[in-house]
């Protein structure tokens, strides 16, 4: 017997995830070149608060990965991508 394919609206809507997925991490690669083009300045009170809402992303990418949500390329991707953006005092 031979395996079931994908249907053609798996497909697309794998496409779209994948498309979305690669502009916000384009959308954040620029914005950290912005950032990096700007003075370096002492750390804000804000920034501690925006280092809160990372570890919230990390929770919710794993908790996609766990549900099947992304697949594991995308998964590595966005987790690099945070990991790069959270620091460590």
């Known amino acids: 017997m ?4 994908s249907t053609v609206g798996k497909l697309q809507r794998d496409q779209a995830k994948r498309a979305k997925a690669k502009a916000k991490q ?3 690669q ?14 804000e009170p804000g ?9 919230e992303e990390f929770a919710r990418l794993h908790e996609d990965l766990e549900e099947g949500r992304i697949s594991l390329d995308d998964f590595e991707v966005r987790q690099a991508d945070l990991r790069s953006r959270l620091r460590v005092d």
């Open 2 to 5: 031979a395996p079931s394919r």
């Open 47 to 55: 920034a501690q608060e925006d280092q809160t809402k990372l570890l």
């Open 26 to 28: 384009e959308d954040r």
């Open 30 to 43: 620029a914005r950290r070149s912005g950032r990096a083009e700007a003075t370096d300045e002492p750390a």
